[in-house]
Every structure is written in structure tokens, then in C-alpha cells.
T-cell receptor, first 115, second 117 residues
Framework: DSGVTQTPKHLITATGQRVTLRCSPR?????VYWYQQSLDQGLQFLIQ???????AKGNILERFSAQQFPDLHSELNLSSLELGDSALYFC??????????????FGQGTRLTVV | AQKITQTQPGMFVQEKEAVTLDCTYD???????LFWYKQPSSGEMIFLIY??????QNATEGRYSLNFQKARKSANLVISASQLGDSAMYFC??????????????FGKGTKLSVIP
């Protein structure tokens, strides 16, 4: 158990809908990363938050947004969902902003299926 | 260009044998870190081992070792004495120096390892 909690584990929704994925980082971790894993794109970095502020942005669509709350949990909001958004969404956390050797601990992921 | 290349989509190894999973990387940053993660069929990502670009010695963690060849830009994972529980997807990943403004990990496509009894 990595200590990173993601809910829900599975989510099935229809095209055009909006969903929210939740992540609770390990106790004491200030940095949260979101990744998307799909069969065709592999593991892609979406966005990083550190202590409530956005710090880095990757291949995140405009239909997607995220935030990190004062209690350090984070939410990833996906809207106007398309079939291609079906993927495994991971949250990871680390103690600091992200030094070279900072290990990121991953949650178990949320499997999103858009039908 | 791919930053992390894993050329073996799938590998088979006999139980108790050693296996090497290949990873090459591409960066112009002198400061970087290389990671290997394991993803079993249950889906979670498990950290295995880390190698820093300035580390003089190859990293080792139990049955895992990293064969780091800096000039060739390769960071191969060696698993000794394979066990059935080692059957999983294995991902190589890189974090480049903070000066590049990148804090995230860039992952390869992965190698699926199957251990045969």
C-alpha cells in the first residue's frame, strides 16, 4: 500500500458527461501529480500541484482541469467526455517539489470507461 | 523523438533465471534521474529502483539492479532469480533536471514480463 488513495476505483459514464476523480496523497506529501494511462498513448503526465498551486502542466486537454485543496487532496475534473478519454488515471504524490531522486508514490488508479 | 525507449514489448523468462529489460533514454540535460516501476495486473504502479545521472555506482535493490551505461544512454533493469510474482509490466521513466522546469516523470511504453514455471 503506497499510502495514496484514489476514489472511485472504477467509473463508467456516458459521452458528454462530467466526472471528478479524487486523490488523497500520502500523509505529509505536498506534491500531487496526475497521469493518464491509455493503450495508445501509454503513461502521460497531465498536471502537477504543489501545496495548492499548479506547478507543471503536461498533455492535459482544455476539457480537463484539476485543483489541490488546503488539506492537500486533489481532484481531477474531466468534462464533455469522449470515448477516447477512457483510460486509467493515476495520482502520485511526493514529499517535496520534485528533486531528481524524489520518488513518486502512485495510487491504485481510477479506471474510467466512457460509453 | 521518444525520450524513453523500451524496445521489448514482451519478454519471457524461466523461473529462477535472470532477465534484463532494456531502456534507452534521450536527454541533453546533464542532471537527470532514471526510475523503474512495476505494474502488476492489478494496476498499481510500484517503485523498484532509482539511478541518478551523477551516481558512480549502479543502483541495486534486493533482486533488482540497474545496469547504467551513461555514454550509451541506457539504463537496463536486471532482475535476478525471477519469481512467478515478477510477471508484470515494467516501465522505465526519467525525470530531467529542475532547470528544465520539468518535475514530472516521462515514461516509456513498457515491457510485459512473463515468468514461466
Amino acid at each position: 500500500d503506497s499510502g495514496v488513495t484514489q476514489t472511485p476505483k472504477h467509473l463508467i459514464t456516458a459521452t458528454g458527461q462530467r466526472v471528478t476523480l479524487r486523490c488523497s496523497p500520502r500523509s505529509g506529501d505536498l506534491s500531487v501529480y496526475w497521469y493518464q494511462q491509455s493503450l495508445d498513448q501509454g503513461l502521460q503526465f497531465l498536471i502537477q500541484y504543489y501545496n495548492g498551486e499548479e506547478r507543471a502542466k503536461g498533455n492535459i486537454l482544455e476539457r480537463f482541469s484539476a485543483q489541490q485543496f488546503p488539506d492537500l487532496h486533489s481532484e481531477l475534473n474531466l468534462s464533455s467526455l469522449e470515448l477516447g478519454d477512457s483510460a486509467l488515471y493515476f495520482c502520485a504524490s511526493s514529499r517535496t517539489l520534485g528533486g531528481l531522486n524524489t520518488e513518486a508514490f502512485f495510487g491504485q488508479g481510477t479506471r474510467l470507461t466512457v460509453v | 523523438a521518444q525520450k524513453i525507449t523500451q524496445t521489448q514489448p514482451g519478454m519471457f523468462v524461466q523461473e529462477k533465471e535472470a532477465v534484463t529489460l532494456d531502456c534507452t533514454y534521450d536527454t541533453s540535460d546533464p542532471s537527470y534521474g532514471l526510475f523503474w516501476y512495476k505494474q502488476p495486473s492489478s494496476g498499481e504502479m510500484i517503485f523498484l529502483i532509482y539511478q541518478g545521472s551523477y551516481d558512480q555506482q549502479n543502483a541495486t535493490e534486493g533482486r533488482y539492479s540497474l545496469n547504467f551505461q551513461k555514454a550509451r544512454k541506457s539504463a537496463n533493469l536486471v532482475i535476478s532469480a525471477s519469481q512467478l510474482g515478477d510477471s508484470a509490466m515494467y516501465f522505465c521513466a526519467m525525470r530531467e533536471g529542475a532547470g528544465a522546469g520539468s518535475y514530472q516523470l516521462t515514461f516509456g511504453k513498457g515491457t510485459k514480463l512473463s515468468v514461466i514455471p
